[in-house]
């Protein structure tokens, strides 16, 4: 059985941007475990017989087809952005 690591946690949880509190990265990682070992359980079943599925109901595409059209010119979009350079938007940067 696998095993989740506090370390492991609190690793991802800096990776997502997430601030979570030392009794909270213990919180998860038992429940991250109790996950992955439930998840393992299925690993357990026999599927010899069991033709692989990947939709239980046929799909089909309902969308129009894709057509090229004009749009607004670059310079029409532009002069309502609030900020742009060479060309294009400038948005705020939202990661530090």
């Known amino acids: 059985?696998?095993?989740?690591?506090?370390?492991?946690?609190?690793?991802?949880?800096h990776l997502a941007r997430l601030a979570i509190t030392d009794e909270e990265a213990e919180?998860?990682?038992?429940?991250?475990?109790?996950i992955i070992?439930?998840?393992e359980l299925l690993n357990e079943l026999d599927t010899d017989n069991v033709?692989?599925?990947t939709?239980?109901?046929d799909l089909?595409?309902?969308?129009?087809?894709?057509?090229?059209?004009?749009?607004?010119?670059?310079e029409d979009a532009l002069k309502n952005a609030?900020?742009?350079?060479?060309?294009?938007?400038?948005v705020p940067s939202i990661l530090d």
């Open 55 to 57: 939709h239980v109901l």
């Open 51 to 53: 033709e692989p599925t």
């Open 60 to 74: 089909k595409n309902v969308m129009r087809e894709d057509e090229a059209r004009k749009w607004i010119d670059r």
């Open 82 to 90: 609030p900020d742009q350079k060479n060309g294009q938007f400038r």
């Open 27 to 34: 919180k998860m990682t038992k429940e991250l475990d109790a």
């Open 37 to 39: 070992g439930y998840a």
């Open 1 to 13: 059985m696998s095993e989740i690591t506090k370390e492991q946690v609190l690793h991802v949880a």
